[in-house]
């Protein structure tokens, strides 16, 4: 029994070291957004959020799901820790945008290409050629759109502990240290929640051959990575922050991303001695934060050398994007064999969620 136990255990590390190795090919993803600079600030702003349309919705629906493993909270001093992961099924709608679309100022698509490019969900072919123009119509450079990843779903693993406390209610901790994921930058988790029935303050409540819980949980998720856009020519002389910055770092340039999320659901389900099923509906949201950090060349326009000189802009993007709040359905189950436990649940939103894991669970 024991080898058993082993068994599935070395499997589930085994998936969630998958899943954070998935995880970051999709984050990999934001070192081709440094790109978007060469066409300065404003412009580049726009692309990225448009790239990383699947990110606010994908990781939130992905983080919110896997809390439960029944309907009724844990027994007092009940005890789990599960290794669970999600995978958010991006729609073909989220994975490619025009644009055409975009009203950019700097850029234009290249005659000969479609306006049609992915979005970090999308294919993992080469987008368009663009053209990156000053404001008087001088050609500057010309770059690809990034590709896609070529998988459409967002991946969120988590590493969750369970714990029961008095008055029938139990809290959830989640928790993953700033880890470097190879080369794919740095990962971080942290999250909560807690359940609490109300069966027990239902008139007959203690007769009804289901349980009936509320929970309410927060995720945190962060990720950094490392960007590379080198200087190429020599900076021009009529550039605005030759004086605020003369020397700058090329070296530092990073983009630092920040997903919160928040789920409230309302469960009912039945607990039997081998397996529990639950479902119930919810609400949820999700909120994401990029920064470009840095000093990064972005091509100008000078006579005397066309198409060699560069000005220097710092920290050039921040912006924050708010998922598609929705009301969801969800439905699960615990399989219990021994101290043993297998998980999945299932979610119905924007981005339909698949959820599962194993565990220990006790009580």
Not at 4 to 25: D, H, Q
Not at 159 to 166: D, F, T
Request: proline share 7%; with cysteine; glycine share 12%.
């Amino acid at each position: 029994m024991l080898h058993f136990y082993r068994r599935f255990l070395k499997i589930g590390f085994s998936c969630m070291i998958m899943a954070f190795i998935a995880t970051g090919t999709v984050y990999a993803q934001l070192g081709d957004i440094g790109a978007f600079l060469r066409a300065g600030a404003d412009d580049a702003s726009i692309l990225t959020k448009e790239y990383l349309k699947p990110f606010p919705t994908g990781f939130g629906t992905g983080l919110n799901a896997g809390w439960s493993e029944e309907a009724a909270p844990k027994k007092k001093l009940g005890f789990s820790l599960q290794i669970r992961s999600s995978l958010a099924i991006v729609p073909s709608s989220d994975q490619e945008f025009d644009i055409s679309t975009l009203g950019l100022t700097n850029m234009e698509v290249a005659p000969g290409n479609s306006p049609i490019t992915p979005t970090i969900a999308g294919n993992d072919s080469p987008g368009p050629e663009m053209i990156v123009s000053d404001g008087n119509g001088n050609e500057l450079t010309r770059f690809n759109m990034p590709e896609g990843t070529g998988f459409a779903f967002v991946p969120a693993p988590t590493i969750q502990a369970n714990i029961g406390l008095i008055k029938n209610t139990d809290i959830s901790i989640r928790y993953f240290p700033e880890t470097d994921i190879s080369d794919f930058g740095k990962f971080s988790v942290f999250g909560g929640a807690i359940k609490h029935d109300i069966t027990q303050w239902l008139p007959g409540g203690n007769v009804l051959p289901v349980d009936i819980s509320v929970m309410l949980g927060y995720n945190k998720i962060g990720v950094d990575a490392g960007l590379e856009l080198p200087a190429d020519g020599t900076r021009d002389p009529n550039d605005p922050n030759l004086t605020s910055n003369p020397n700058p770092d090329f070296s530092s340039q990073e983009v630092v991303t920040d997903t919160e999320t928040f789920v409230l659901n309302a469960l009912v389900g039945k607990s039997l001695p081998f397996v529990s099923v639950y479902g119930g509906l919810g609400y949820q949201k999700a909120t994401f934060d990029l920064n470009m950090n840095g000093d990064y060349p972005v091509p100008s326009y000078n006579p005397l050398t066309p198409g060699d000189d560069y000005i220097v802009v710092s920290d050039p993007i921040g912006f924050s994007m708010d998922s598609e709040t929705s009301v969801h359905a969800l439905a699960g189950f615990r399989l219990k064999l021994g101290f043993l436990a297998i998980y999945g649940e299932a979610t119905l939103a924007n981005y339909f969620t698949a959820n599962a894991g194993i565990g220990l669970s006790i009580r």
